[in-house]
């Protein structure tokens, strides 16, 4: 007999999901390029609006975050009905599981899709599924071949985390069209500012024609919140009902929701954020690709460096070095890229940084000494 309480069948199977280290220790300086944090900060106005709000923490926030949805909803022409802001979009896809799988039910994603997917499918009782990528990029024909008749929800990060690549709106159009109506989209764009793309779309007229499409959006990248949590959905009036029934009275805070709304007006700020990236994208692709290591084609605001399996020159060796010299990447073990490791396009200073750090670690004599 069990002497306590013991956790439901298959919460035990879940692997916690780990976030990139945030320090370096011994090193009077630290460069965080760990966690796709913008290098330009939050807008001023959003962090004004944090203190003007803290001034009323006694106050429970407006549980349907009515003024935030209303931003959103103007920003890009929608509905704010069928908008349901969470604490970061992690929460709304934890809730989409938990809407729409049950135990033995499908939930499908692809092989270097966010961790979280496979966490959210898993907390609902339902079994993982994994599609097969083409050149670290999702595949439409693979996704489909994996649809059964218990798949309840397709996850496709666009642009995918880690990888940084993305699939044309073509081909997420092909998805769809090829799904049954009974299998949920979701749509997962937490990168979509950055890309500069003109085959790229994030999603919203697939949502506006669909029942079986949602998006998902996050405040933490581009807008530079992520220490509030703030994300949103946006979706058909049934999925919208259904999530609402879960989610908690209370998920996003007060500061969060005044953030949210500030940052989303201040649209110059974020025209700030996007050129900053699209000068440093290309520019810490084509200097690291120069020293030999392979580098995926990014369309975010983060790049995966391939490194050789040679001793002295693994991707955990460079992950040692970069630490000591106060250069934190992201080691993408868990995603099942071991000899990789992401990097958040930084400020000029840090990205400059790393790549002079890259380059003696690269040195034929340090490697042999």
């Known amino acids: 007999m069990a002497s306590r309480p013991e956790p439901r069948p298959g919460v035990l199977a ?60 103007g920003k890009y022409g929608l509905d704010p009905a069928r908008i349901v802001c969470g604490a970061g979009s992690d929460e709304v896809l934890n809730l989409l599981a938990h809407a729409f799988i049950g135990p033995g039910d499908e939930g499908l994603f692809t092989t270097h899709g966010f961790l979280v997917y496979k966490i959210a499918i898993l907390a609902a009782g339902g079994l993982p599924v994994v599609a097969e990528e083409k050149d670290f990029t999702a595949d439409v024909d693979a996704i489909l071949a994996k649809v059964t008749a218990r798949t309840k929800i397709v996850f496709l990060a666009n642009p ?35 890309v500069r793309r003109n085959d790229y779309a994030s999603g919203l007229e697939l949502v ?82 120069a020293l030999g290591l392979a580098v995926t084609p990014s369309v975010g605001n983060f790049i995966l460096i391939h490194f050789p399996a040679n001793a002295g020159r693994t991707a955990k060796d460079a992950d040692a070095f970069l630490t000591s010299r106060g250069l934190v990447l992201r080691a993408v073990g868990a995603y099942g890229l071991p000899n990789c490791l992401r990097m958040t396009v930084g400020g000029a200073e840090a990205n400059r940084l790393l790549v002079k750090a890259l380059t003696e670690f690269m040195k034929p004599e340090r490697a042999n000494a």
């Not at 879940?14 to 390029?33: E, F």
């Not at 330009?40 to 203190?51: C, D, R």
């Not at 001034?55 to 349907?64: C, I, K, S």
């Not at 997420?172 to 749509?187: G, M, N, S």
Request: proline share 8%; no cysteine.
């Open 14 to 73: 879940i692997d916690a999901y780990v976030p990139g280290k945030s320090a370096a220790p011994g090193v009077p300086k630290v460069h965080k390029l760990s966690s796709n944090e913008t290098p330009l900060g939050p807008s001023p106005k959003a962090v004004e609006a944090v203190q003007k709000a803290a001034r009323e923490l006694e106050l429970y926030p407006d549980g349907a975050a009515t003024a935030l949805r209303e931003a959103i909803a």
């Open 160 to 194: 995918n985390n880690p990888t940084g690549t993305y699939l044309p709106f073509d081909e997420v159009k092909r998805l769809h069209a090829a799904l049954p109506p009974t299998v949920l989209l979701v749509l997962d764009a937490a990168y979509a500012e950055y």
């Open 208 to 289: 506006a024609e669909s029942d079986n499409v949602v998006m998902t959006r996050t405040f933490s990248k581009i807008y530079g919140l992520a220490g509030l949590r703030l994300g949103w959905m946006v979706g058909p009036a049934h999925a919208i009902d259904a999530v609402n029934r879960i989610r908690s009275p209370f998920n996003v805070n007060a500061p969060a929701i005044a953030a949210g709304v500030a940052a989303i007006a201040d649209e110059a700020h974020v025209a700030a954020a996007v050129a900053h990236n699209e000068e440093w994208l290309p520019w810490l692709t084509r200097e690291i690709g």
